[in-house]
């Protein structure tokens, strides 16, 4: 983790920009909970307990900043709030995300499925893609399988009460 802070910490000073204790908090919490897509106020509720003169306006503007530095990325899954990742080190492009629909899972696919579309897009229309986003909405492999497994149980009920009778 040390090394990864410092790299943004180059990062921010090659963009005159210093790695303030707010902002070692802010990036702190999002390293330790990389894989949580967290949204501003998750970010902020987890600060408070290790910095409570954090303000949530400091949050926003270190997010925005980090964002804008391309150091996290600003995804938004359709439910109206806006969540952060980081930007993966050295990726050309970014990755893609499944949203289950049923438990509200995160789940995330880091091949690019896009190579030839984006190749076609560039040629067909004179276009130069810089990056994209891709989001699947659906029903996740947890929820299949226990709605498989009720569905399961289900039917060995009904045969029981078929054959008790």
Known sequence: ??????????ELHSHNYKLTPQREATVRVLLEHEDDHLSAE??????KEKSPE??????????ELLNDLNIIHKLNFGDGVARYEFRA???????????????????????????????KVEENFNFKILDHR????????RCQEKEDGKKATSKLKRAEVKGSS
């Open 42 to 47: 998750d970010v902020y509720l987890l600060l």
């Open 89 to 119: 080190e050295g990726a050309e492009r970014h990755h893609h995300h499944l949203i289950c629909v049923q438990c509200g899972a995160v789940d995330e696919i880091m091949e690019d499925l896009l190579k030839n579309v984006e190749h």
């Open 54 to 63: 954090i303000g949530l306006a400091t949050v926003y503007r270190t997010l």
């Open 134 to 141: 891709l989001i699947f909405h659906g029903i996740c492999h």
């Open 1 to 10: 983790m040390e090394e990864r802070i410092e790299r943004i910490k180059q």
